[in-house]
């Protein structure tokens, strides 16, 4: 059974930082793209960024590049998310996703392969 679990969430003031992980296991990890979305209350779902398998490349969507780093690390089944210059507009659940085509993963909707339940960000101005 495939099991994605994030951790890492909180309440930050404006400009802080927070580290999510995201835990992988009843998988080949080192055969996923992995990628990050969130939902804001009252939004759809958004791709955040991604990482592919084993290469390490990376996409980010516009409004969080230069402040977030996406990585991973295969030997740990995990995938990371550093957030910096957090934003109150960067409030929402953070979403971890493994998907075996990086091309496609911002595209992903929840029917697609593998999602974790969550973790709430919150940043106050």
């Known amino acids: 059974q495939v099991q994605l679990v994030e951790s890492g969430g909180g309440l930050v003031q404006a400009g802080g930082s927070l580290r999510l992980s995201c835990a992988a296991s009843?998988?080949?990890?080192?055969?996923?793209?992995m990628g990050w979305f969130r939902q804001a209350p009252g939004k759809e779902r958004e791709f955040v960024a991604k990482?592919?398998?084993?290469?390490?490349?990376?996409y980010y969507r516009d409004s969080v590049k230069g402040r977030f780093t996406i990585s991973r690390d295969n030997a740990k089944n995990t995938v990371y998310l550093e957030m910096n210059s957090l934003k109150p507009e960067d409030t929402a659940v953070y979403y971890c996703?493994?998907?075996?085509?990086?091309?496609?993963?911002?595209?992903?909707?929840?029917?697609?392969?593998?999602w974790g339940q969550g973790t709430q960000v919150t940043v106050s101005s």
């Open positions: 990482i592919s398998a084993s290469s390490g490349i990376t």
């Open positions: 009843g998988l080949i990890f080192s055969a996923f793209a």
């Open positions: 996703h493994a998907n075996p085509r990086y091309n496609s993963l911002a595209q992903s909707t929840t029917r697609d392969y593998y």
